[in-house]
């Protein structure tokens, strides 16, 4: 468009579009890095679930004798002085039996499935924070009728203090890297421009608990082992030439 064309219709009072060009604004430059703290602590809590499986003929049966039974097994607990707060039931299932089907030929059809029993099942994780009484714990409900032992894990009650532990690592960790980094490439590390958590992770350090039974004494011999808790970082800095 000419510009006497444009003065003509700006007096005749057109409105005019002028399509400015914003000038982009260059981009910061940043350094990142990231770096993964690890503590390593024993374990004070171990997670025991045991349970029991107990069959019938008929739903009221089965359900029956696996109250009686877990009753049982619930005041060997009181007994060794488990607090009632550190015993969860994990799971209960009704499982229905049914019969084989017998062997048939191609043009029979199959017949309905029958059932000819159910089992009843209830597994309960105990909370034992006395280490030296795993094995008298496992022992014990074993006896007083549990007869599905499931196995154990291993947990920390003050997780977050060893949490924040790895964290304050993980953070060290980063900003030495960033100095080495920066240094390395001639730049300064102007500022710290974010900070963001990846997370933890508990994990078992090998090796990890073992359990063994002596055939002698029918003793159980539990070794904790350590656990590693991981945690990491993540910083941002805004760097500028030296």
Same mark, same amino acid.
């Given at each position: 468009?000419?510009?006497?064309?444009?003065?003509?219709?700006?007096?005749?009072?057109?409105?005019?579009?002028?399509?400015?060009?914003?000038?982009?604004?260059?981009?910061?430059?940043?350094?990142?890095?990231?770096?993964?703290?690890?503590?390593?602590?024993?374990?004070?809590?171990?997670?025991?679930?045991?349970?029991?499986?107990?069959? @019938?003929? #008929?739903?009221? $049966?089965?359900? /029956?004798?696996?109250?009686?039974?877990?009753?049982?097994?619930?005041?060997? +607990? &009181? %007994?060794?002085?488990?607090?009632?707060?550190?015993?969860?039931?994990?799971?209960?299932?009704?499982?229905?039996?049914?019969?084989?089907?017998?062997?048939?030929?191609?043009?029979?059809?199959?017949?309905?499935?029958?059932?000819?029993?159910?089992?009843?099942?209830?597994?309960?994780?105990?909370?034992?924070?006395?280490?030296?009484?795993? @094995?008298? #714990?496992?022992? $014990?409900?074993? /006896?007083?009728?549990?007869?599905?032992?499931?196995?154990?894990?291993?947990? +920390? &009650? %003050?997780?977050?203090?060893?949490?924040?532990?790895?964290?304050?690592?993980?953070?060290?960790?980063?900003?030495?890297?960033?100095?080495?980094?920066?240094?390395?490439?001639?730049?300064?590390?102007?500022?710290?421009?974010?900070?963001?958590?990846?997370?933890?992770?508990?994990?078992?350090?090998?090796?990890?608990?073992?359990?063994?039974?002596?055939?002698?004494?029918? $003793?159980?011999?539990?070794?904790?082992?350590?656990?590693?808790?991981?945690?990491?970082?993540? +910083?941002?800095?805004?760097?500028?030439?030296?």
């Amino acid at each position: 468009m000419s510009m006497w064309i444009v003065w003509w219709l700006v007096l005749l009072g057109f409105p005019i579009a002028v399509q400015a060009h914003d000038e982009t604004k260059p981009e910061m430059p940043t350094l990142t890095v990231s770096e993964t703290g690890t503590v390593t602590h024993a374990p004070d809590t171990a997670f025991v679930t045991f349970g029991l499986d107990s069959p @019938g003929k #008929v739903l009221a $049966e089965a359900q /029956k004798r696996n109250s009686v039974t877990m009753s049982h097994v619930m005041d060997r +607990l &009181r %007994d060794l002085q488990i607090d009632k707060d550190l015993i969860q039931t994990s799971s209960f299932t009704v499982s229905p039996q049914y019969r084989p089907p017998p062997k048939r030929s191609a043009d029979t059809p199959p017949a309905p499935p029958e059932i000819i029993g159910y089992v009843v099942s209830n597994m309960v994780t105990v909370e034992i924070r006395a280490l030296d009484r795993i @094995g008298t #714990v496992i022992e $014990e409900v074993l /006896k007083a009728g549990a007869n599905s032992f499931r196995g154990l894990h291993w947990g +920390l &009650r %003050d997780e977050q203090s060893v949490r924040l532990s790895a964290l304050k690592q993980a953070a060290a960790k980063a900003r030495e890297k960033a100095a080495v980094l920066s240094e390395a490439l001639q730049v300064k590390l102007v500022r710290v421009l974010s900070v963001s958590e990846g997370g933890h992770v508990v994990r078992p350090a090998a090796p990890m608990a073992r359990m063994a039974m002596e055939a002698s004494a029918g $003793e159980v011999l539990i070794s904790p082992g350590e656990m590693k808790v991981e945690a990491s970082v993540t +910083l941002v800095y805004e760097i500028a030439p030296n």
